[in-house]
């Protein structure tokens, strides 16, 4: 039989049963890539990864998130964490423009300062002779001051005044050797304080004749880098139309103290939290995507690997472009959690549709996360949280579930063509080699010839709960236990010249890592 006869793509094709052939694939631990073609994807990588962490070893259901502290009103826009040697406290700031101290998590109780303008705000901590204190500002209202017990608010006059700048005017706030800088809202125009100082004259600094495109300031950081004569700090601003202005030294009222380094031009930044420190470098994110400062300004644009979203580059472009501006555009921000290894980065694409995409610091991989509504993210006691509708949440806690409910997990690994580019191939059956500490519902089936379209639909899944002694039944309760590797068959159907593994789950409280995908398939004739 010729086969001229069949129809497309099954002309060349052999029946069952003939050259079956079984192989093996890693997990995609080279993550989300969203920028290269589907034909030259590596292996490792994934066309689609939602609600996977990408490790160097395997790929994890993300962690869960549970209801930290309720009863505030509207979105919650700024999460503070004042942190003075062994006192740390935690607070937020909701639509009800109220401050509500949420150190001990729980139903919220009056606001400890209402009466503000808006929920959006910067801060830093200083700690002086006198004690640890923490200010913060938004460009509307006067600067508060938080000493570990006692609200402030400071003006010009009075305890803790601030003379030179009307402090409503101030919108960023940074510690800089020693001293509190501060940026005058829609200027080219800096503050800063005496050293160790939270009151007092504040000095200003022009940059209206460095800043050769003008705009405003936007957002100032520090910079640490090894200069060949020791370890140096920068002070770093950043300007709406994307000039990265740079000083070093200790003194700026000494012209042999204090100097500029030079001006850089990258992209126009994207909102207000748009830099972080990142061990001695900065991350910036702007309109070329997430850039270390210090290969950015080596690159002078020229070389797009230089941004840590590279590899997203297709995707983060688009969110750039169509979620960079409108009411929401305010909650982009770049946020570092050690305890997981992530840079999390928030992508506000509605006040009810947030995405994160989330790259893991050691291998430089992609992910996105879904059904988190944050807002703003914060570290306190070395956990994360996520302010959104309301509520302040913990973030990538050990439910494995948001709310309670179940998360949904979908993977669409590179298509592959198995060492064969010119022959059809018909897949029958796939295994996921896992490890759990339950029994997750596994959906996997293979994807062809470059469809990637997946199934989104919600799947079936059964709570699992461990026994509880001297309650559960002997010979029928299931015990608790560490993860324990699965490995069961699936029949898939797929015919075509190349291959993606699709894997989903949708689970709560069950802990999952993907290992590897074995595959079975049978090759046909070459096509004709």
Request: charged share 10%.
């Amino acid at each position: 039989m010729s086969g001229m006869g069949l129809p497309s793509p099954l002309r060349g094709w052999t029946p069952p049963g003939l050259n079956a052939r079984a192989d093996s694939l890693p997990a995609p631990i080279g993550g989300w890539n969203a920028r290269d073609a589907l034909a030259n994807m590596d292996p490792m990588d994934a066309v689609i990864l939602q609600n996977f962490y990408p490790t160097p070893s395997n790929v994890v259901l993300r962690g869960g998130s549970t209801p930290y502290a309720t009863g505030m009103t509207g979105q919650i826009g700024t999460l503070l964490n004042y942190n003075s040697g062994s006192t740390e406290k935690f607070f937020a700031i909701d639509s009800s423009y109220g401050i509500f101290d949420i150190s001990s998590g729980g139903a919220v109780g009056s606001a400890v300062v209402s009466g503000l303008s808006n929920n959006y705000w910067e801060y830093t901590n200083i700690t002086t002779p006198g004690g640890g204190y923490m200010l913060l500002c938004n460009g509307v209202d006067s600067i508060r001051r938080f000493d570990g017990t006692t609200w402030l608010t400071i003006t010009g006059t009075g305890t803790g005044a601030i003379t030179g700048v009307t402090t409503s005017t101030i919108d960023n706030i940074i510690l800089f050797q020693n001293r509190i800088w501060m940026v005058q809202k829609n200027t080219l125009v800096a503050w800063y304080l005496g050293t160790s100082s939270v009151a007092g004259a504040a000095s200003t600094w022009d940059l209206t004749g460095i800043a050769r495109r003008g705009g405003y300031i936007v957002d100032v950081g520090v910079w640490t880098i090894d200069a060949g004569y020791g370890v140096n700090d920068n002070l770093v601003f950043i300007t709406s139309n994307g000039e990265v202005i740079v000083y070093q030294g200790t003194d700026p009222s000494s012209a042999s103290t204090f100097a500029l380094i030079g001006v850089w031009q990258l992209g126009s930044p994207i909102g207000h939290r748009c830099m972080i420190k990142y061990g001695g470098d900065i991350l910036i994110l702007n309109y070329d995507g997430l850039l270390p400062l210090a290969e950015a300004l080596q690159s002078s644009r020229l070389d797009p690997r230089v941004a840590l979203t590279n590899k997203i580059q297709g995707a983060i472009t688009n969110a750039l472009q169509s979620y960079s501006t409108g009411p929401t555009s305010l909650y982009w921000q770049i946020f570092y959690y050690p305890l997981q290894n992530a840079i999390i980065l928030n992508v506000p694409i509605s006040a009810s549709g947030q995405q994160q995409y989330v790259m893991n610091t050691i291998t430089k991989s992609w992910c996105n996360f879904t059904n988190w509504q944050a807002n703003v993210f914060e570290l306190y006691q070395d956990q994360a949280y996520f302010g959104a509708n309301g509520m302040v949440f913990t973030a990538w806690d050990g439910t494995y579930a948001d709310s309670g409910v179940s998360t949904l997990a979908l993977g669409l690994q590179a298509f592959n063509y198995f060492g064969e580019r010119g022959t059809i191939k018909y897949f029958t059956r796939m295994r996921p080699n896992i490890s759990t500490n339950g029994q997750p519902i596994i959906y996997a089936n293979m994807n062809t010839d470059f469809n990637i379209v997946c199934d989104y639909n919600p799947i079936s899944y059964y709570p699992q709960t461990s026994g509880e002694w001297g309650s559960a039944l002997w010979g029928s309760g299931m015990w608790g236990s560490g993860l324990i590797n699965q490995a069961n068959w699936q029949g898939v159907n797929g015919i075509g010249y190349c291959g993606a593994v699709q894997f989903k789950t949708q689970t709560a409280g069950i802990q999952i890592q993907w290992a590897a995908t074995d595959i079975v398939f049978q090759n046909g004739w070459q096509g004709i």
